[in-house]
Each structure stands twice: as C-alpha cells, then as structure tokens.
C-alpha cells in the first residue's frame, strides 16, 4: 500500500471517531424531511389500503369468494366495495397534496429563512 492509500485509509477511519458537526444544510435537509415524510407516509398506507379495497371489491365479482363467504350474489356488493376502493385510491393524490401544502405553510418560513441564511454566507 502507497502512502496516499495509508493516508487516505487513516483519514477515513479517524473520521468515524470525531465528533459531527450539525451545519445549516442539515437542519435544511432535516427540516424538508420534516414536510415531506407525513405526506409520504399517509399516501403510501392510504393507497395501499385503498387499493386493497378495490381487489378485495374485484375478488367478490371474478372469484368464488363471495358464495363461499356464503353470499348469493356476490356480485352488486362487489362491485360497491371495488368503487369505494377505486374513489379511496382517486382521491389519495388530492389528500396527499393536502397535506403537503399545510405542512409547507407551517414550516415555509422558517425553511426560507434558513434558505436564505446559507445562500448568502
């Protein structure tokens, strides 16, 4: 191993024992995280659901499930619950942007100011 290579593997190791440092561009990027990861989290387990509606709405009709669940005609209540799936999964996109516009408005300035605090260092 060259010296470079010794340097480099020293400096990397010495690194994993100084103690970090938060700057401004973390706390940005904590802050951004901060709005969006509720949105994204509501989106991803409200769709997921929604879309296990409809398949389960979609299963009643195609399958033999609902006659042997016992019902006699599966086939009005399956495509209800479908529907309801498919306007849950419809409106998940419009909840979404919702929610991420409020958490936008209650974390805007606060994130513009410290925006602007390291563009003009």
Do not use: C, H
């Amino acid at each position: 191993m060259n010296k470079n290579d010794t340097q480099f593997m020293a400096q990397k190791i010495r690194t994993q024992y100084m103690e970090k440092t938060s700057s401004e561009l973390d706390e940005l990027r904590e802050l951004d995280a901060r709005v969006r990861r509720p949105a994204g989290i509501f989106a991803y387990v409200y769709g997921s659901i929604s879309a296990i509606i409809m398949g389960a709405g979609m299963s009643l009709v195609m399958t033999d499930i609902g006659q042997m669940l016992g019902m006699s005609a599966p086939l009005v209540p399956g495509i209800v619950v479908g529907v309801l799936g498919l306007a849950m999964a419809l409106l998940t996109y419009p909840m979404y942007k919702g929610i991420l516009n409020a958490r936008k408005k209650r974390y805007g300035a606060e994130i513009l100011a410290l925006s602007d605090k390291i563009i003009n260092k």
